[in-house]
């Protein structure tokens, strides 16, 4: 979005709604609630296009009340419900059309990842299962499940139950061995896994370290937003190079 010939480019430029300021001024006053944004995150807000600034003649973005007020409403959402992205858009859209929103009661919203598959119906995201009842529901033997925890693929807890995760994880198993696909050559799946896993460790583990009991909350909303980004790019990137094979 433009800057209107009436908006100007300077530091005095104002719009309908109040004065219009740059993102370092934005993020002075962000941090005050939210001291973990960063200038960074407010242009990965902006890409995804949940904030539109205008921009002046030379390219600088600037930000008017209602952007700040829209990006604080943002950063509370994921903070305090942690909601996906694509739930805080339908959120602000309702809001701008001036309907009510409901949202979740904080700390209990699960995201729900695009394109990854849920947890089983017959097993509730907080559930735990025991052996048998995990092979039940991925239709397994139990020669099947000790392959699988030989290959790293699963594993019981320290309790010796299992997740919802793990019962996903099997029935995918299951899927994927239609196809040839046996655990050993998942390996290397679970090793890119890991690797990714890793890397949002490093992003959001200043967070939980934080004295702020909110900030320590909101690493676990930016570590499952993250997880779906990078599940999402991976998708991406297999299907890019299955494109760029030769036939």
Do not use: C
């Amino acid at each position: 979005m433009g800057m209107t010939p009436s908006g100007g480019a300077g530091s005095g430029a104002a719009s309908a709604d109040g004065p219009l300021v740059s993102i370092g001024a934005v993020l002075g006053q962000l941090r005050e609630e939210f001291p973990e944004v960063t200038i960074s995150k407010i242009r990965f807000l902006e890409a995804e296009g949940l904030v539109e600034p205008r921009r002046t003649a030379s390219g600088y973005r600037k930000f008017s009340p209602h952007d700040i007020e829209r990006l604080g409403r943002i950063l509370r959402m994921q903070r305090d419900h942690y909601l996906p992205l694509k739930v805080i858009r339908e959120h602000l859209d309702a809001l701008e059309r001036g309907e009510q929103v409901r949202l979740p009661a904080p700390g209990r919203h699960r995201e729900l990842l695009d394109g990854v598959p849920e947890p089983p119906e017959d097993v509730p995201a907080a559930a735990r299962v025991g052996r048998e009842e995990l092979l039940a529901a991925a239709g397994a033997r139990p020669e099947d499940l000790a392959e699988w925890e030989s290959y790293g693929l699963i594993g019981p807890d320290g309790d010796g139950g299992y997740d919802s995760e793990a019962v996903t994880v099997a029935k995918l198993i299951g899927e994927v061995a239609r196809f040839g696909l046996e655990p050993r050559h998942l390996r290397v799946m679970k090793a890119a896994a890991d690797r990714e896993a890793g890397l949002v460790e490093q992003v959001v583990a200043p967070l939980r370290r934080h004295r702020n009991p909110q900030t320590r909350a909101h690493a676990e909303a930016t570590a499952r937003e993250l997880a779906t980004l990078s599940v999402r790019l991976h998708a991406a990137l297999v299907q890019a190079s299955l494109r760029t094979r030769p036939e």
